[in-house]
């Protein structure tokens, strides 16, 4: 399975962005698809997620801000980052969990790096 992220970008603080992350198959085989990011120094963290059902979790730091979604048809999840902030800034990972008992399948994209300028 290859997950493909978007290119981030140098934002402004206060702007907008969106990250799509594109499957190499049908993202209705995965229990949970999920948006991480790893700052400079620390470790990598859940910014979002999303189930198969189409339910959705924030971490503190994105709610009220972050939006994660997905397209079924084009087999992608996004991130819409809202009112980014420059503690936004690090690198962004797409994740697609499958869950096949016993075996918990963990599937990775490249990283994309987003920068949030003040």
């Known amino acids: 399975v290859q997950l493909q992220a978007s290119e981030g970008g140098l934002v402004q603080a206060g702007g907008s962005l969106r990250l799509s992350c594109a499957a190499s198959?049908?993202?209705?085989?995965?229990?949970?698809m999920a948006w991480y990011r790893q700052a400079p120094g620390k470790q990598r963290d859940v910014v979002a997620t999303?189930?198969?059902?189409?339910?959705?979790d924030y971490a503190d730091s994105g709610k009220g801000r972050f939006t994660i979604s997905r397209d079924n048809a084009k087999n992608t999840v996004y991130l819409r980052m809202n009112s980014v902030k420059p503690e936004d800034t690090a690198v962004y990972y797409c994740?697609?969990?499958?869950?096949?008992?016993?075996?918990?399948?963990?599937?990775w994209g490249q990283g994309t790096l987003v920068t949030v300028s003040s």
């Open positions: 994740n697609a969990v499958q869950v096949v008992v016993p075996t918990v399948h963990n599937y």
């Open positions: 198959r049908s993202i209705f085989s995965f229990n949970v």
């Open positions: 999303i189930t198969s059902g189409g339910s959705t």
